[in-house]
Protein backbone atom coordinates (compact mmCIF):
# COMPACT_ATOMS: atom_id res chain seq x y z
CA UNK A 1 0.00 0.00 0.00
CA UNK A 2 1.44 3.35 -0.85
CA UNK A 3 -0.63 6.63 0.65
CA UNK A 4 -0.36 9.35 -2.46
CA UNK A 5 -2.32 12.51 -0.14
CA UNK A 6 -4.14 13.41 3.04
CA UNK A 7 -6.05 16.84 3.32
CA UNK A 8 -7.40 18.05 6.15
CA UNK A 9 -9.77 21.03 7.45
CA UNK A 10 -10.95 21.75 10.73
CA UNK A 11 -8.55 19.37 12.24
CA UNK A 12 -7.45 20.67 15.64
CA UNK A 13 -5.09 23.57 15.01
CA UNK A 14 -4.48 22.22 11.27
CA UNK A 15 -4.67 24.68 8.07
CA UNK A 16 -6.86 23.56 5.94
CA UNK A 17 -4.41 21.69 3.60
CA UNK A 18 -3.62 19.28 1.23
CA UNK A 19 -0.48 17.01 1.42
CA UNK A 20 1.06 14.97 -1.58
CA UNK A 21 3.35 11.92 -0.74
CA UNK A 22 5.92 11.14 -3.42
CA UNK A 23 8.05 8.49 -0.55
CA UNK A 24 7.21 5.77 1.54
CA UNK A 25 8.92 7.58 4.35
CA UNK A 26 7.39 10.94 5.33
CA UNK A 27 8.76 13.10 8.52
CA UNK A 28 7.24 16.01 9.85
CA UNK A 29 9.82 18.67 11.51
CA UNK A 30 9.38 21.72 13.13
CA UNK A 31 9.44 23.22 16.78
CA UNK A 32 6.73 21.88 19.35
CA UNK A 33 3.18 23.03 20.18
CA UNK A 34 3.13 23.55 15.71
CA UNK A 35 1.08 20.62 15.22
CA UNK A 36 3.68 17.96 13.82
CA UNK A 37 1.75 15.46 16.10
CA UNK A 38 -2.06 16.60 15.12
CA UNK A 39 -0.79 15.83 11.22
CA UNK A 40 0.30 11.70 12.38
CA UNK A 41 -2.51 12.10 14.29
CA UNK A 42 -4.95 12.80 11.06
CA UNK A 43 -2.98 10.29 9.44
CA UNK A 44 -3.40 7.48 11.85
CA UNK A 45 -6.79 8.38 12.63
CA UNK A 46 -8.36 7.94 8.86
CA UNK A 47 -6.88 4.59 8.65
CA UNK A 48 -7.81 3.42 11.88
CA UNK A 49 -10.61 4.89 12.98
CA UNK A 50 -9.52 6.07 16.82
CA UNK A 51 -6.61 8.75 17.96
CA UNK A 52 -3.53 7.18 18.80
CA UNK A 53 -3.33 9.75 21.79
CA UNK A 54 -7.03 8.33 23.30
CA UNK A 55 -8.16 11.67 22.95
CA UNK A 56 -12.04 12.14 22.65
CA UNK A 57 -13.64 13.26 19.67
CA UNK A 58 -14.55 17.13 21.12
CA UNK A 59 -10.75 17.48 21.50
CA UNK A 60 -10.01 17.31 17.31
CA UNK A 61 -12.23 20.47 16.36
CA UNK A 62 -9.74 23.54 15.71
CA UNK A 63 -9.81 25.20 18.71
CA UNK A 64 -10.14 28.68 16.96
CA UNK A 65 -13.35 27.72 15.54
CA UNK A 66 -16.95 27.50 16.40
CA UNK A 67 -17.65 24.37 14.47
CA UNK A 68 -17.51 21.10 15.88
CA UNK A 69 -17.22 19.63 12.17
CA UNK A 70 -13.84 18.29 10.63
CA UNK A 71 -12.75 16.74 7.77
CA UNK A 72 -9.99 13.99 7.00
CA UNK A 73 -9.52 13.12 3.48
CA UNK A 74 -6.61 10.24 1.68
CA UNK A 75 -6.10 8.62 -1.24
CA UNK A 76 -4.09 5.44 -1.15
CA UNK A 77 -3.17 2.92 -3.94
CA UNK A 78 -3.42 -0.63 -3.14
CA UNK A 79 -3.29 -3.68 -5.46
CA UNK A 80 -2.23 -0.88 -8.12
CA UNK A 81 -5.61 0.89 -7.56
CA UNK A 82 -6.24 4.65 -6.49
CA UNK A 83 -8.73 4.27 -3.66
CA UNK A 84 -10.43 6.96 -1.90
CA UNK A 85 -11.37 7.03 2.11
CA UNK A 86 -12.68 10.24 3.89
CA UNK A 87 -13.97 10.87 7.75
CA UNK A 88 -16.57 13.70 7.94
CA UNK A 89 -17.25 14.54 11.60
CA UNK A 90 -20.55 16.85 12.08
CA UNK A 91 -21.46 17.54 15.83
CA UNK A 92 -19.18 15.06 17.19
CA UNK A 93 -20.78 11.84 14.92
CA UNK A 94 -17.58 10.81 12.57
CA UNK A 95 -18.80 8.98 9.27
CA UNK A 96 -16.03 7.11 7.22
CA UNK A 97 -16.49 6.69 3.37
CA UNK A 98 -14.10 4.44 1.30
CA UNK A 99 -14.76 5.26 -2.68
CA UNK A 100 -17.93 7.28 -1.47
CA UNK A 101 -19.53 4.34 -0.04
CA UNK A 102 -20.72 4.65 3.97
CA UNK A 103 -18.71 2.12 6.28
CA UNK A 104 -18.27 1.58 9.84
CA UNK A 105 -15.63 2.22 11.75
CA UNK A 106 -14.25 -0.94 11.90
CA UNK A 107 -14.44 -1.96 8.37
CA UNK A 108 -11.17 0.41 8.63
CA UNK A 109 -9.14 -1.79 10.60
CA UNK A 110 -9.33 -4.43 7.86
CA UNK A 111 -7.57 -2.44 5.14
CA UNK A 112 -4.67 -1.74 7.63
CA UNK A 113 -3.19 -2.17 10.30
CA UNK A 114 -1.44 1.25 12.62
CA UNK A 115 1.56 0.59 14.42
CA UNK A 116 2.47 3.51 16.56
CA UNK A 117 5.27 4.51 18.72
CA UNK A 118 5.17 7.39 20.68
CA UNK A 119 6.33 8.93 24.23
CA UNK A 120 3.26 7.45 25.79
CA UNK A 121 3.60 3.66 24.88
CA UNK A 122 7.46 4.24 25.59
CA UNK A 123 6.62 4.50 29.46
CA UNK A 124 4.44 0.59 29.54
CA UNK A 125 7.02 -0.73 31.60
CA UNK A 126 7.27 2.03 34.11
CA UNK A 127 3.36 2.37 34.30
CA UNK A 128 0.87 0.52 35.51
CA UNK A 129 -0.58 -3.58 34.59
CA UNK A 130 -3.44 -1.26 32.32
CA UNK A 131 -0.85 0.16 30.22
CA UNK A 132 0.92 -2.93 29.46
CA UNK A 133 -2.74 -4.72 28.77
CA UNK A 134 -3.22 -2.34 26.49
CA UNK A 135 -0.16 -2.72 24.91
CA UNK A 136 -1.44 -6.31 24.14
CA UNK A 137 -4.75 -5.55 23.57
CA UNK A 138 -4.19 -3.35 20.73
CA UNK A 139 -2.44 -5.96 18.78
CA UNK A 140 -5.20 -8.49 19.62
CA UNK A 141 -8.15 -6.25 18.33
CA UNK A 142 -6.02 -5.64 15.30
CA UNK A 143 -5.64 -9.46 14.29
CA UNK A 144 -8.81 -9.77 12.87
CA UNK A 145 -12.58 -9.83 12.95
CA UNK A 146 -12.83 -12.49 15.28
CA UNK A 147 -9.96 -11.18 17.44
CA UNK A 148 -11.79 -7.85 17.47
CA UNK A 149 -15.19 -8.83 18.71
CA UNK A 150 -13.10 -10.78 21.42
CA UNK A 151 -11.92 -7.67 22.71
CA UNK A 152 -14.99 -5.69 22.70
CA UNK A 153 -17.36 -8.28 23.93
CA UNK A 154 -15.35 -8.80 26.99
CA UNK A 155 -15.53 -4.39 27.47
CA UNK A 156 -18.78 -4.13 26.77
CA UNK A 157 -19.64 -7.28 29.21
CA UNK A 158 -17.23 -5.61 32.07
CA UNK A 159 -19.22 -1.96 31.18
CA UNK A 160 -22.92 -3.91 31.64
CA UNK A 161 -21.35 -5.33 34.44
CA UNK A 162 -20.27 -2.55 36.35
CA UNK A 163 -23.25 -0.71 35.38
CA UNK A 164 -25.20 -3.63 37.43
CA UNK A 165 -23.07 -3.68 40.36
CA UNK A 166 -23.20 0.48 40.73
CA UNK A 167 -27.24 -0.04 41.15
CA UNK A 168 -26.55 -2.94 43.42
CA UNK A 169 -24.36 -0.98 45.89
CA UNK A 170 -26.73 1.68 45.87
CA UNK A 171 -30.16 -1.09 46.44
CA UNK A 172 -32.22 1.03 43.46
CA UNK A 173 -34.79 -1.37 42.09
CA UNK A 174 -35.26 -4.92 42.81
CA UNK A 175 -32.52 -5.94 44.63
CA UNK A 176 -33.04 -10.15 44.17
CA UNK A 177 -33.70 -9.83 40.75
CA UNK A 178 -30.79 -7.59 39.88
CA UNK A 179 -29.15 -10.42 41.85
CA UNK A 180 -30.04 -12.92 39.13
CA UNK A 181 -28.94 -10.24 36.31
CA UNK A 182 -25.45 -10.58 38.22
CA UNK A 183 -24.91 -14.15 37.88
CA UNK A 184 -26.17 -14.54 34.11
CA UNK A 185 -23.59 -11.73 33.42
CA UNK A 186 -20.90 -13.64 35.51
CA UNK A 187 -21.16 -16.48 33.22
CA UNK A 188 -20.98 -14.52 30.04
CA UNK A 189 -18.12 -12.41 31.75
CA UNK A 190 -16.73 -15.91 32.24
CA UNK A 191 -16.84 -16.86 28.94
CA UNK A 192 -15.36 -13.71 27.56
CA UNK A 193 -12.85 -12.98 29.81
CA UNK A 194 -11.30 -16.71 29.11
CA UNK A 195 -11.35 -15.69 25.55
CA UNK A 196 -9.54 -13.05 25.63
CA UNK A 197 -7.05 -14.18 27.68
CA UNK A 198 -6.30 -17.31 25.24
CA UNK A 199 -5.63 -14.43 22.77
CA UNK A 200 -3.70 -12.70 24.64
CA UNK A 201 -1.29 -15.35 25.03
CA UNK A 202 -1.48 -16.05 21.65
CA UNK A 203 -0.13 -12.84 20.78
CA UNK A 204 2.62 -13.20 22.73
CA UNK A 205 3.71 -16.38 22.07
CA UNK A 206 3.71 -15.39 18.04
CA UNK A 207 5.76 -11.82 19.29
CA UNK A 208 8.35 -13.66 20.97
CA UNK A 209 10.90 -14.68 18.29
CA UNK A 210 10.83 -11.30 16.63
CA UNK A 211 11.20 -9.96 20.10
CA UNK A 212 14.05 -11.26 21.23
CA UNK A 213 15.68 -11.31 17.65
CA UNK A 214 15.65 -7.50 17.78
CA UNK A 215 16.64 -7.24 21.65
CA UNK A 216 19.18 -9.42 20.68
CA UNK A 217 20.88 -7.40 17.83
CA UNK A 218 20.26 -4.21 19.90
CA UNK A 219 22.26 -5.43 22.71
CA UNK A 220 24.53 -7.20 20.66
CA UNK A 221 24.51 -10.09 23.04
CA UNK A 222 22.40 -13.21 24.00
CA UNK A 223 19.56 -12.54 26.64
CA UNK A 224 17.13 -14.80 28.45
CA UNK A 225 13.38 -13.34 27.61
CA UNK A 226 10.61 -14.42 29.64
CA UNK A 227 7.36 -13.09 29.75
CA UNK A 228 5.02 -13.85 32.70
CA UNK A 229 1.16 -13.43 32.10
CA UNK A 230 -0.10 -12.68 35.59
CA UNK A 231 -3.81 -13.87 36.63
CA UNK A 232 -4.55 -13.40 39.75
CA UNK A 233 -7.06 -15.61 40.17
CA UNK A 234 -5.27 -18.43 40.16
CA UNK A 235 -4.85 -19.66 43.96
CA UNK A 236 -1.02 -19.41 43.62
CA UNK A 237 -1.98 -15.41 42.48
CA UNK A 238 0.25 -15.51 39.48
CA UNK A 239 0.93 -17.94 36.35
CA UNK A 240 3.93 -17.97 35.23
CA UNK A 241 3.58 -17.84 31.64
CA UNK A 242 4.65 -20.69 29.87
CA UNK A 243 4.54 -20.60 25.67
CA UNK A 244 3.18 -24.74 25.50
CA UNK A 245 1.27 -24.87 29.17
CA UNK A 246 0.12 -21.15 28.95
CA UNK A 247 -3.00 -21.69 26.29
CA UNK A 248 -3.70 -25.28 26.78
CA UNK A 249 -4.25 -23.41 30.81
CA UNK A 250 -8.15 -23.15 31.26
CA UNK A 251 -8.75 -20.16 33.84
CA UNK A 252 -12.75 -20.38 33.35
CA UNK A 253 -12.89 -22.57 36.54
CA UNK A 254 -10.46 -20.46 38.75
CA UNK A 255 -12.36 -17.36 37.18
CA UNK A 256 -15.54 -18.26 38.21
CA UNK A 257 -14.64 -19.35 41.66
CA UNK A 258 -12.74 -15.79 41.87
CA UNK A 259 -15.98 -13.83 41.04
CA UNK A 260 -17.99 -16.40 43.31
CA UNK A 261 -15.87 -15.73 46.51
CA UNK A 262 -15.40 -11.86 45.94
CA UNK A 263 -19.17 -11.55 44.96
CA UNK A 264 -19.60 -9.17 48.14
CA UNK A 265 -16.73 -7.59 48.05
CA UNK A 266 -17.65 -6.22 43.70
CA UNK A 267 -20.82 -4.74 45.27
CA UNK A 268 -19.78 -2.79 47.72
CA UNK A 269 -16.72 -1.66 45.53
CA UNK A 270 -19.80 -1.32 43.01
CA UNK A 271 -17.00 -2.29 40.62
CA UNK A 272 -16.27 -5.44 39.16
CA UNK A 273 -12.37 -6.74 41.44
CA UNK A 274 -11.82 -10.01 39.11
CA UNK A 275 -10.73 -10.70 34.87
CA UNK A 276 -8.57 -10.07 32.68
CA UNK A 277 -9.08 -6.34 33.58
CA UNK A 278 -6.82 -6.99 36.55
CA UNK A 279 -4.39 -9.53 34.77
CA UNK A 280 -0.83 -8.04 34.43
CA UNK A 281 1.99 -8.60 31.73
CA UNK A 282 5.88 -8.66 32.77
CA UNK A 283 9.09 -9.12 30.88
CA UNK A 284 11.99 -10.37 32.54
CA UNK A 285 15.12 -10.37 31.32
CA UNK A 286 17.93 -12.74 32.49
CA UNK A 287 15.60 -13.38 35.33
CA UNK A 288 14.89 -10.21 36.16
CA UNK A 289 11.74 -7.82 36.73
CA UNK A 290 12.53 -5.15 33.94
CA UNK A 291 10.32 -2.79 36.55
CA UNK A 292 12.59 -2.93 38.81
CA UNK A 293 15.90 -4.10 37.14
CA UNK A 294 16.24 -2.26 33.93
CA UNK A 295 17.30 1.27 33.44
CA UNK A 296 14.61 3.35 32.07
CA UNK A 297 16.80 3.64 28.40
CA UNK A 298 16.26 -0.27 28.79
CA UNK A 299 12.80 -0.29 29.16
CA UNK A 300 11.82 1.73 26.65
CA UNK A 301 14.45 -0.37 24.34
CA UNK A 302 11.65 -3.01 25.46
CA UNK A 303 8.76 -1.44 24.64
CA UNK A 304 10.52 -0.30 20.87
CA UNK A 305 11.41 -4.01 20.54
CA UNK A 306 7.86 -5.07 20.79
CA UNK A 307 6.45 -2.81 18.66
CA UNK A 308 8.60 -3.47 15.87
CA UNK A 309 8.07 -7.41 16.27
CA UNK A 310 4.51 -6.75 15.97
CA UNK A 311 5.21 -4.75 12.93
CA UNK A 312 7.19 -7.31 11.54
CA UNK A 313 4.56 -10.17 12.25
CA UNK A 314 1.66 -8.18 10.92
CA UNK A 315 3.60 -8.09 7.64
CA UNK A 316 4.46 -11.74 7.88
CA UNK A 317 0.84 -11.98 8.21
CA UNK A 318 0.37 -10.63 5.46
CA UNK A 319 -1.33 -7.80 6.57
CA UNK A 320 -0.79 -3.70 5.25
CA UNK A 321 0.81 -1.56 7.89
CA UNK A 322 0.98 2.08 8.78
CA UNK A 323 4.20 3.11 11.12
CA UNK A 324 3.55 6.06 13.43
CA UNK A 325 6.19 7.55 15.21
CA UNK A 326 5.55 10.40 17.34
CA UNK A 327 8.45 12.16 18.24
CA UNK A 328 10.43 9.37 19.50
CA UNK A 329 14.32 10.19 18.72
CA UNK A 330 14.15 12.94 22.19
CA UNK A 331 13.08 10.13 24.06
CA UNK A 332 16.11 7.78 23.15
CA UNK A 333 19.70 7.88 23.23
CA UNK A 334 22.12 7.34 20.05
CA UNK A 335 22.18 3.27 20.48
CA UNK A 336 18.58 2.95 20.90
CA UNK A 337 17.59 5.62 17.69
CA UNK A 338 20.31 3.79 15.84
CA UNK A 339 18.17 0.71 16.22
CA UNK A 340 15.30 2.31 15.15
CA UNK A 341 16.92 3.85 11.88
CA UNK A 342 18.06 0.54 11.00
CA UNK A 343 14.66 -0.95 11.33
CA UNK A 344 13.24 2.33 9.47
CA UNK A 345 15.84 1.47 6.73
CA UNK A 346 14.30 -1.59 6.33
CA UNK A 347 10.53 -1.21 6.74
CA UNK A 348 9.10 -0.74 2.65
CA UNK A 349 5.64 -0.08 3.85
CA UNK A 350 4.41 3.74 4.70
CA UNK A 351 5.79 4.91 7.66
CA UNK A 352 5.19 8.63 8.78
CA UNK A 353 7.07 10.50 11.57
CA UNK A 354 7.93 13.53 13.25
CA UNK A 355 10.74 15.10 15.01
CA UNK A 356 12.39 17.97 16.16
CA UNK A 357 15.86 16.79 14.52
CA UNK A 358 17.27 18.76 11.49
CA UNK A 359 16.88 17.30 8.17
CA UNK A 360 20.47 17.05 7.39
CA UNK A 361 20.78 15.21 10.61
CA UNK A 362 18.07 12.24 9.80
CA UNK A 363 19.05 11.92 5.99
CA UNK A 364 22.51 11.34 7.48
CA UNK A 365 21.47 8.69 9.99
CA UNK A 366 18.55 6.87 7.69
CA UNK A 367 20.68 7.27 4.44
CA UNK A 368 17.08 6.33 2.83
CA UNK A 369 14.95 8.73 0.18
CA UNK A 370 12.44 10.69 2.94
CA UNK A 371 10.40 13.29 1.86
CA UNK A 372 10.17 16.11 4.32
CA UNK A 373 7.75 18.97 5.83
CA UNK A 374 8.01 21.67 8.15
CA UNK A 375 4.98 22.12 10.02
CA UNK A 376 4.75 25.79 11.85
CA UNK A 377 1.62 27.02 13.16
CA UNK A 378 -0.47 24.75 12.45
CA UNK A 379 0.74 25.23 8.33
CA UNK A 380 2.44 22.59 6.44
CA UNK A 381 4.74 22.78 3.69
CA UNK A 382 7.18 20.71 1.70
CA UNK A 383 10.58 21.30 3.39
CA UNK A 384 13.13 23.54 1.62
CA UNK A 385 16.43 22.66 2.18
CA UNK A 386 19.45 25.21 3.37
CA UNK A 387 21.32 23.46 0.81
CA UNK A 388 18.90 24.12 -1.75
Known sequence: MKIVSIQTDGFRNLKPSK????????????????????????????????SFRKAKIEHMFNFESCSKNFTIEAQFIENKVLNNIRVKCRESKPEFYLNEKKISR???????????????????????PESRRKLVDLVVENSGDKAYRIVKNFEKTLKTKNSLLRILRKQEGIYEENLKTLESLNQLMCLHAQELT?????????????????????????????????????????????????????????????ISDKKQLEILAGTSLVGPHKHDIRIEINGQDSRFYCSQGQQRLLVLGFLTAEAQWRVERGQQVLLIMDDLMSELD????????????????????STVLTENKLTHLLKEKVQFFEVSTGSIEPYKSSEA
Not at 107 to 117: D, E, H, Q, T
Not at 334 to 353: D, T
Request: aromatic share 12%; glycine share 6%; with cysteine.
Open 106 to 128: SSIKKKVASVVFSPQSLSAIQQG
Open 19 to 50: IDFTENLNCFIGENGQGKSNYLEAVSYIFSGS
Open 198 to 258: RARKHILLQLMPGYQEFLEKTWGKKISLNIQYIEPEFSHHEFDFNIESGLKKDSKLNLMQA
Open 334 to 353: SVKQNALYEFIKNWRGPCFM
